[in-house]
């Protein structure tokens, strides 16, 4: 099976900079794209950013100057630098991997796998 797991949430004051990590492990062939989204409480999941093979990135206007996503050097990685927070981006943020060629039961499958979510918490 395929897990993605997350990390670099925490507490911040407005204005600081956090950086979050993702790595998907597994009987992983390919990976089409990744993404981190969020949601904050009593609203919708939303997509944050997003990244394919080819290093195409998308934004949620809200994140646009602020907001870098970026595949890691080690395989399967990817990573959102989020600088100069505000509070309304205080959510829990979740790694998506979309399009994921991967070994089950002896057989090549395809899907979407996300992460457990990591907490944002922007607060003076």
């Known amino acids: 099976q395929v897990q993605l797991v997350e990390s670099g949430g925490g507490l911040v004051q407005p204005g600081e900079s956090l950086r979050l990590s993702c790595a998907a492990s597994?009987?992983?062939?390919?990976?089409?794209?990744m993404g981190w989204y969020r949601q904050a409480p009593g609203k919708e999941r939303e997509v944050v950013a997003t990244?394919?093979?080819?290093?195409?990135?998308n934004y949620v206007d809200s994140v646009k100057g602020r907001f870098t996503i970026s595949r890691g050097n080690a395989k399967n990685t990817v990573h959102l630098q989020m600088n100069n927070l505000e509070p309304e981006d205080t959510a829990v943020y979740y790694c998506?991997?979309?399009?994921?060629?991967?070994?089950?039961?002896?057989?090549?499958?395809?899907?979407?796998?996300w992460g457990q979510g990591t907490q944002v918490t922007v607060s003076s």
């Open positions: 998506k991997a979309d399009g994921v060629v991967v070994m089950i039961d002896g057989r090549w499958r395809r899907g979407e796998y």
């Open positions: 990244i394919t093979t080819l290093r195409n990135t």
């Open positions: 597994g009987s992983i062939f390919s990976i089409d794209a």
